[in-house]
């Protein structure tokens, strides 16, 4: 079984200031890892994923994040954020092959950006 | 726009009752999943069909059911319906494994 932390449930940051949403996950399996964003009254969308290869991965609004295998961490990043940023960013994973492959989502943090 | 597509959008009933929520994936996923997201439980996985068949189970109570068609289009069961199933519920659609597209939801309130 997997699971997945979100440390922070709220994050406030300044208008153009970076950002860093933490997740760390557990699995006894490798795993495919993922960062949705959720705006109000709207679905989910992708902002990026890890299937393999580079561990440096960078997505869609000038989000990346890193995984990092060794703390079994995926932490999603921006260097400036923008009012429109603001919404719940949700951290998921996923067994990777096999294809069985719900996802496993963590809390979710929710990012207000400050003008 | 995902091009994944739930009905309806809002849907309010009582305790008791049943309720069919549809999904249609886009064009061309064979996989279909089903998210539930409340406040108390977050996201969670329920089910996931592909190409017909169920492939994967989650946190689904028995009380729930889905299935796939041949069209491939899936719809999710909800019977004897408790104050506590009211929450948002997600379909998402995939080709392969990595990258699951979400529908806009329906947002279930039972009274």
């Known amino acids: 079984a997997q699971s997945v932390t979100q440390l922070d449930s709220q994050v406030p940051v300044f208008e153009e200031a970076p950002v860093e949403l933490r997740c760390n996950y557990s699995s006894s399996v490798s795993v495919y890892l993922f960062w949705y964003v959720q705006y109000p009254n709207q679905g989910l969308q992708l902002l990026l994923k890890y299937l393999s290869g580079s561990t440096l991965v960078k997505g869609i609004n000038g989000f990346e994040a890193e995984f990092n295998k060794s703390q079994t961490s995926f932490h999603l990043r921006k260097p400036s954020v923008h009012i429109s940023d603001t919404a719940e960013y949700f951290c998921a994973v996923s067994e990777s092959g096999g294809g069985a492959d719900g996802l496993t989502f963590g809390k979710g943090t929710h990012l207000i950006i400050q003008p | 726009d995902s091009g994944v597509t739930q009905t309806p959008k809002h849907l309010i009933t009582a305790t008791g009752q049943r309720v069919t929520l549809r999904c249609s994936p886009r064009?061309?996923?064979?996989?279909v999943y089903w998210y539930q997201q409340s406040l108390d439980q977050g996201l969670q996985f329920l089910i996931q069909?592909?190409?017909?068949?169920?492939?994967a189970k989650g946190n689904i109570l028995e009380r729930f059911s889905a299935q796939q068609f041949p069209d491939l289009h899936s719809e999710l069961n909800l019977s004897s319906l408790e104050l506590g199933d009211s929450a948002l519920y997600f379909c998402?659609?995939?080709?392969?494994?990595?990258?699951?597209?979400f529908g806009p939801g329906t947002r279930l309130t039972v009274l």
């Open positions: 998402a659609s995939s080709v392969t494994s990595g990258e699951q597209f």
């Open positions: 064009s061309g996923d064979l996989s």
């Open positions: 069909y592909y190409n017909g068949e169920e492939r």
